[in-house]
């Protein structure tokens, strides 16, 4: 039987603001490539489809064209929905194959990893069904749908994210070295050192100059097409650093550095997940940062407390212990920093904010559409903000989408809404 592999957010997608404002929760990365990705290739045979809110279906569909978003063509396919939080897959791959019944799977918490529907379950629907009308029959069949515990796990923060980055970096690149063949086109410099160099997967038109270090020693580093490793550069592994960036002077240490960053000075076990600017000397540390961000010279993060103590992060207004001494920042879509910021332990930032002079910026949780900085805050009018947002992306030879734009008018307005969520705890 054909399977249909349905990658789903629930209620806990805001337990990931602000990265989730723009972008369902399984399009996220911890490694080389988004979640549903990486937990996607346990089914390697399935058809994947998308479940997302509503106002994100028009960016999500022109992002992953081909990838059928908010309906599912199901007729004579079993349907597997996961839950675009999967951490760990851990049996729920074996459990899935050798199941002949519809089945809800349980992790150890109490919360559903996944659901598994088989088509003589699902002829009651129409051949092409929206997600929610699954989520309907569900409820409707709660009786005929025994549940299972499974040892998958799920993500329940950002910062779950960011402690993940090593070990996913390493296991995306592993699989990468299987399909390496040695012969792309790179150009290295002699004076260049490459340290433990059967780990090093560089990809066509990598350049590395004079006095550059690119070290293997700790974990497998992988540099995307066409990227530049400049002189007085330093990368550690395990690391990934995507296509078309530019790697300046500094240091890298086990981080995930997406397409279309330009990274300077020290940067240590974080996600940039997406032209991410960051040409200047600062640290920025155990942080999740969206696309299109950008920090001026010297800006600097604090990810340790003074006291050692455990870091705590204020979402949507809750504060939260992470349990965790070490936490940086987490930086929404389109949010710059002017020149010698100083970033408080574990803060959290939203989309579109413009923060600036050069003080510490001591908030727990700046929201989105914020202008200003220790001085305090005003509106920042996101008919501006869009004008910037165009501007930067033009600057980089892209274009920002019209669908884009639309979410951001919509998250400025407050009018974005949970529709779409999937709820399959019938309890």
């Known amino acids: 039987m054909a399977l249909i592999v349905c990658f789903y957010e629930d209620d806990l997608y805001t337990s990931f603001y602000p990265l989730t404002y723009i972008r369902p929760v399984y399009l996220l990365r911890t490694g080389i490539v988004e979640l549903f990705q990486s937990r996607g290739r346990y089914f390697p045979d399935a058809e994947v489809t998308f479940a997302c809110r ?9 992002n992953w064209s081909g990838i059928p978003v908010n309906s599912i063509n199901h007729s004579e396919s079993d349907v597997l929905f996961i839950n675009g939080r ?3 897959v851990g049996d729920l791959p074996k459990l899935v194959k050798q199941s002949h019944l519809s089945t809800r799977y349980i992790t ?18 129409p051949p092409v069904a929206k997600p929610v009308e699954f989520e309907q029959l569900v409820r ?23 402690a993940d980055i090593e070990s996913e970096v390493e296991v995306d690149i592993k699989r990468l070295q299987s399909i390496h063949n040695g012969s792309e086109k790179v150009d290295i410099n002699e004076g260049a050192a490459l340290v433990n160099d059967q780990d090093i997967l560089l990809s066509e038109g990598v350049r590395v100059s004079p006095g550059a270090v690119i070290d293997a020693s ?18 550690y592994g395990p690391c990934y650093i995507g296509e078309d960036c530019s790697v300046l002077a500094g240091k890298i240490t086990g981080s995930s550095i997406g397409p279309g960053c330009r990274v300077g000075g020290e940067v240590e076990e974080s996600v940039f997940h997406a032209y991410v600017n960051k040409y200047h000397a600062g640290f920025i540390g155990h942080s ?22 455990s870091i705590r992060v204020l979402i949507n207004g809750q504060l939260t212990d992470t349990g965790l001494l070490k936490l940086g920042s987490i930086i929404g879509d389109h949010t710059k920093f002017g020149i010698g910021m100083l970033l408080n332990t574990g803060i959290n930032i ?8 050069g003080t510490l910026i001591a908030d727990k949780e700046v929201p989105s559409f914020r202008w200003g900085g220790s001085d305090g805050y ?31 008018r919509t998250l400025a307005s407050g009018d974005d809404s949970r529709d779409g969520i999937l709820d399959f705890d019938c309890a």
């Open 54 to 62: 509503s106002h994100l279906v028009s960016l999500v569909a022109e």
């Open 86 to 88: 999967l951490r760990n």
């Open 108 to 125: 150890a918490e109490g919360e559903v990893a996944a659901v598994f529907l088989t088509s003589a379950l699902t002829d009651s629907l």
């Open 140 to 162: 409707n069949q709660t009786e005929k749908i025994p549940t299972r515990n499974t040892s998958a796990t799920l993500y329940r923060h950002a910062w779950d994210l960011i």
């Open 218 to 235: 700790h974990g497998p580093v992988y540099i995307g097409a066409n990227t530049k490793i400049d002189a007085h550069a330093a990368v």
């Open 288 to 309: 999740y940062v969206a696309p299109w961000v950008n920090f001026g010279a010297m800006t600097t993060n604090s990810d340790l407390k003074n006291n050692y103590s």
């Open 350 to 357: 939203g989309v579109c904010c413009n923060i600036f002079g």
């Open 378 to 408: 005003t509106e920042y009018r996101v008919d501006k903000a869009v004008e910037t947002a165009e501007v930067v992306t033009r600057r980089r030879h892209c274009d920002i989408s019209r669908y884009e734009i639309d979410i951001l």
